[in-house]
């Protein structure tokens, strides 16, 4: 049956709503997809709901074709399954927590490792029971720092995520193997929703594991940075990409006295190099870590750095361990980075955190003006410099005192000769130009992109932390091997809006342009007036269309002017718009314009569901 444009609901508005920044905001706000509720909460209207549901087909068609099965979890979760894996923790203030009547916690699922693998765990016991995929599209509810863009980052969306359970990583029935079904899967997904997409290595995050890729789209408002080599054969995000080969050099000469200068009121890095008379890159940006150990080996915490590679009078013994991260001033630490080499240092601690102001304070660190030269009083610090940092230059540091920097700062003199031992690492943000990691003479090249998807080597985290095993073909135990993959569903329908591809551009001064595939209709009839043959020639012309698989019909029923209804079809993205007006039709024509197309073609009426069918296969 078709649908009447006066029988649904379709508010668009004229205005550019003010609060929407990103095109597939304003658009789905324009057209009637979606009404704002609360922040980062969205009603999704007919047509938006169509397009979801849409893509939620395809989803399915897909997620069944990978071997994976659907089930549905709840979103009200008792809090405890969080903190058994410590996630409560991890996921901070972006997970929903509350109360119920008889004072116990609960979360809101952000994702739902615990939930499928505590309920695994209840059923599955034997490697014969595995492989197993489950994958379920549900409502996720995250805590957003800073919900914008609509519904590419909101606190309320759907998420289709999938969950697969394992005895090996290798061979038939392996990890890899369904990890590379659910990328395939992923690969025909994006497709077939019409969108463009790199793959590329990804930072696990609070999820935890070993391996894992994003599917991103690029587009000039997206979030994400995505840096890959001019050579094509290395893509990563910007929180894992490597950086290729970089040498350091710390026994430069010195070029004058240490020599402390007060530059109060100089709040940044630029202000400082200004006032110097030197340029950020020849500043050296010290920022103050925490290393944590895991909770339980708290108490051992005397002995918690003794794996530090070389004995040295500045080794960890001490409860509180503190990182000096030095970049250049006109670089950024990635955290990620930072962390791994603080784990090679030792494995067994956990996090490593920015220190808040006022507790780096309490222990002797002039946060704003803290050089690499700072021994913060009993406290054992460990200095891990950046190569490019750890460069022969004339640099400034901060001085280790309020309202302080030095000149002439030498890491000869200030730090090596004093005792010191930095390490010398990759801890910082690639940056276009940067070599690549491939060290083939391939450069980077970075450009913006909106993560779709995500699949990850989960391993054992979950399953050690739950407990829950199965037997393998040996009839030994061990946790379930895992891995996760997730969809945004509400950011794929936003990320096709957002396309910027030459020729698959998502909107253009008009409206949006969805491709057939997610369009809530991929056809519109507009009757220039509603009535007598037109009106039966539309109900006709519907029926047959609707008999092509995939094709649904709206027949623009409304006694508006035709500048009005042209205008609305293109504004809600219709893929092909079918007119039928009383002068073409007194020469038994009807007007066919595809959203795209400048102008529209004039078909025989007998012709016009096989030219719609043709048009279509290509929309
Ligand atoms: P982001 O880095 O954008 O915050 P994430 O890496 O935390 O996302 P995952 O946990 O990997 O997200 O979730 C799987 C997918 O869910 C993401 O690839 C993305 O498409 C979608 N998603 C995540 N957060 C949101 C959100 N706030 N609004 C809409 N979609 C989201
Ligand atoms: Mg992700």
Wanted: net charge negative; hydrophobic share 40%.
């Amino acid at each position: 049956m078709p649908t009447y444009w006066t029988r649904t609901l379709i508010p668009t508005l004229r205005e550019l709503p003010s609060e929407a920044e990103v095109p597939s905001h304003q658009l789905m706000l324009r057209a009637g997809y979606i009404r704002k509720l609360g922040s980062g909460v969205y009603d999704y209207l007919p047509l938006g709901w169509r397009s979801l549901r849409k893509i939620m087909e395809i989803i399915r068609q897909e997620m069944a074709a990978a071997g994976a099965v659907e089930v549905s979890l709840p979103a009200l979760i008792p809090l405890d399954l969080y903190q058994k894996t410590g996630r409560d923790q991890a996921y901070g203030d972006n997970l929903f927590r509350l109360k119920d009547r008889h004072g116990r916690l609960q979360a809101l699922g952000p994702t739902h490792e615990e939930v499928v693998t505590e309920m695994v765990g209840g059923y599955i016991d034997s490697y014969k029971q595995l492989p197993l995929t489950l994958y379920q599209i549900q409502t996720k509810f995250r805590d957003e720092y800073r919900p914008r863009f609509g519904v590419l980052r909101s606190r309320e969306f759907l998420m289709k995520d999938a969950y697969s359970f394992h005895t090996r990583v290798d061979g038939p029935g392996g990890l890899g193997e369904t990890y590379q079904a659910q990328f395939d899967a992923y690969c025909r997904i994006f497709r077939r929703c019409g969108l463009d997409y790199v793959t590329v290595e990804a930072e696990s995050g609070p999820i935890g594991g070993s391996a894992s890729h994003e599917f991103m789209v690029p587009s000039p408002t997206g979030e994400d940075t995505i840096l890959e080599s001019d050579r094509q054969n290395y893509a990563a995000n910007v929180e894992k990409c490597e950086i290729g080969r970089r040498t350091q050099n710390l026994q430069g000469p010195v070029r004058g006295d240490l020599e402390k200068v007060a530059t109060p009121n100089f709040p940044t890095i630029e202000t400082v190099a200004q006032f110097l008379k030197t340029e950020p890159r020849r500043v050296l940006k010290t920022l103050v870590y925490e290393a944590s150990l895991e909770p339980a080996l708290k108490v051992k915490a005397e002995h918690a750095l003794e794996a530090a590679a070389e004995p040295s009078p500045r080794a960890f013994v001490s409860e509180r361990f503190f990182v000096l991260a030095v970049v250049r001033g006109d670089h950024d630490v990635n955290e990620a980075k930072l962390t791994s080499v603080i784990r090679g240092i030792n494995p067994r601690i956990q996090t490593v955190t920015l220190m808040e102001q006022h507790d780096a304070l309490r222990h002797g660190f002039t946060i704003g003006y803290v050089g690499p030269h700072a021994v913060a009083g009993e406290a054992i610090t460990r200095l891990v410099v950046d190569f490019d940092a750890a460069q022969d230059a004339d640099w400034v540091a901060g001085a280790n005192e309020v309202d302080h920097h030095v000149r002439h700062f030498n890491w000869q003199r200030e730090v090596l000769g004093r005792g010191g031992e930095p390490v010398v690492a990759d801890i910082r943000n690639a940056l276009e130009g940067d070599p690549s990691p491939r060290d083939d003479g391939g450069v980077l090249k970075a450009r913006k992109g909106i993560e779709v998807g995500h699949v990850f080597k989960l391993g054992t985290k979950y399953s050690t932390a739950l407990e829950v095993t199965a037997q393998d073909d040996k009839g030994e135990r061990h946790p379930m091997i895992m891995g996760c993959y997730g969809i945004g569903v509400n950011r794929i329908l936003a990320a096709v809006i957002e396309r910027a591809a030459a020729g698959q551009e998502g909107h253009d001064a008009n409206g949006m342009i969805l491709p057939s595939a997610i369009a809530p209709y991929p056809v519109v009839i507009t009757t220039i007036r509603h009535q007598g043959a037109a009106k039966d020639l539309a109900d006709k012309l519907a029926a047959e269309l609707e008999q092509i698989p995939g094709v649904d019909v709206l027949i623009d029923d409304r006694d508006e002017r035709p500048g009005v209804k042209f205008k609305d079809a293109d504004l809600i993205g219709i893929p092909l718009r079918i007119t039928l007006g009383d002068k073409s039709l007194a020469k038994g024509e009807v007007e066919m314009k595809p959203r795209r197309a400048a102008k529209a073609d004039l078909v025989p009426v007998g012709e016009a569901v096989k030219r719609a069918a043709e048009l279509l296969k290509q929309l």
